[in-house]
């Protein structure tokens, strides 16, 4: 295990952003990531644990402790009662994990194609796209305790799973490592078509996608959002979308649908958890007046997403940071509303 100091953090992130992790290392497994946990905790280093950099903003001044990447390989599978877990390393690319499951006619994450980042992210925000989120599949989730190196399985209940959370980006922030997470998949069955841009990708056809067609179904349209990361294509220089869709009560709903400025539309909405409404954050950023292809100097609007912050080159993570708070307070201004970004602020 290899320790290197004063290391780049921007690189390792999707945004391109980001200053020196002060420490940096790379755990290839449970026994390297409980010896870099003793080496922070004997040199009293503040600890941020890394994946795949898809969902961050690391701030220009870094981090000033340890960073300790996660980059536990393997995959597994085996047969349970008509079904088949795989089991994954945290540090396994998910989409690699997609395209296996696929390629073995299981269905359960083909919609989840083409989400950048690790194994180990996708329990911590509950990943989800196009009509379906980790949460549904996980079966347990491996981890170690920072505090004691204790190592456990959660169940998917202990995981508290709900929209672009879990326990480990609430409650209990900061206090365990994923190292493994198992998905139990369904062999010979059908893909998920829930979503509209499936619907309609696949609409007039007489028979029924493969996973695989949905699969590749869902990579065009990604690709076509710049929410696929492909070279060449600046306004995948990102973490995503930047703002979670909000998630309010009947009457707050009726009371933004009311104001003037929705007089020609309503907000677009769906039907959330306890009764609750889920307003496209996207569309109240656009009619806020931050439209595709926005620009503030080095960041700006993707010209593809409008809820896509995007660094056009060379951008700094305080400009990343001006942007969205300028887009928060249109927000508010106009409707009222709080915006919460979906990324994780490192260092700030
Ligand atoms: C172009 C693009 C498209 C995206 N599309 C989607 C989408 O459709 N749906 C969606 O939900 N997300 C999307 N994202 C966001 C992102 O890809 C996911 O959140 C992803 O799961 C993050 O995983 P990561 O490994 O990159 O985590 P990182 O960005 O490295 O870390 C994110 C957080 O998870 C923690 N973490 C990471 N690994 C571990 C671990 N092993 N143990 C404990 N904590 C850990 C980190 O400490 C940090 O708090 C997109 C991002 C981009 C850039």
Redesign the pocket.
């Known amino acids: 295990m290899k320790i290197r100091e004063h290391l780049t953090l921007a690189p390792y ?3 391109q952003v980001g200053g020196p992790a002060r420490f940096f290392v790379e755990a290839a497994d449970e026994s390297e990531v409980l010896q870099a946990l003793q080496h922070a905790r004997s040199h009293s280093l503040p600890l ?9 903003v690391v701030a220009d001044t870094g981090w000033p402790g340890l960073v300790l990447k ?1 980059g ?1 390989s393997g995959i597994s599978t085996r047969e349970s009662n008509g079904k088949r877990l795989f089991h994954a390393g ?2 396994e690319d ?1 989409d690699k994990l997609v395209a296996l499951s696929v390629e073995q006619n299981c269905a359960g994450i083909e919609c ?1 194609s ?9 329990p ?7 009509g379906q ?1 980790v949460a549904e599949t996980i079966t347990s989730v491996r ?1 170690i305790e920072i505090a004691t190196g204790n190592v456990t399985e959660m169940s998917n209940a202990e995981c508290g799973f709900s929209y ?1 959370t879990s326990i ?2 609430s409650t209990q ?1 900061g206090r ?4 493994q997470v198992s998905y139990l998949l369904t062999p010979g069955g059908a893909p998920r078509i829930d979503y509209a841009d499936l619907k309609r990708h696949f609409a007039g056809r007489s028979q029924s996608p493969s996973l695989g067609q949905t699969r590749e179904a869902v990579r065009q349209i ?1 690709a076509s959002k ?4 492909t070279a060449g294509d600046d306004d ?1 220089r ?4 930047f703002f979670k869709n909000p998630i309010v009560a009947v009457a707050e709903y009726e009371r933004i649908a009311a104001l003037s400025v929705c007089r020609e539309q309503k907000p677009p909405s769906y039907p959330a958890e306890d009764g609750q409404v889920k307003i496209s954050a996207a569309w109240l950023v656009e009619r806020s007046g931050f439209h595709k292809g926005f620009a503030m100097g080095r960041v700006g609007i993707s010209r593809k997403h409008s809820l ?1 912050i995007v660094n056009r080159g060379g951008a700094t993570a305080a400009e990343i940071v001006e942007l969205k708070n300028r887009v928060q307070e249109g927000v508010a201004n106009v409707f009222g509303v709080t915006l919460h970004p ?3 602020f ?1 260092g700030f």
């Open positions: 992130t999707t945004f941020f644990v890394l994946g795949g950099g898809s969902n961050l996660i536990i945290a540090g998910w989840m083409g989400i950048p980042g690790t194994v180990g992210g996708t911590v925000q509950n990943v989800g796209a196009y989120e981890v672009r480990f980006n922030k365990y490592i994923v190292t990604r710049a929410m696929l990361i995948c990102s973490a995503g979308s896509a979906e990324p994780v490192v």
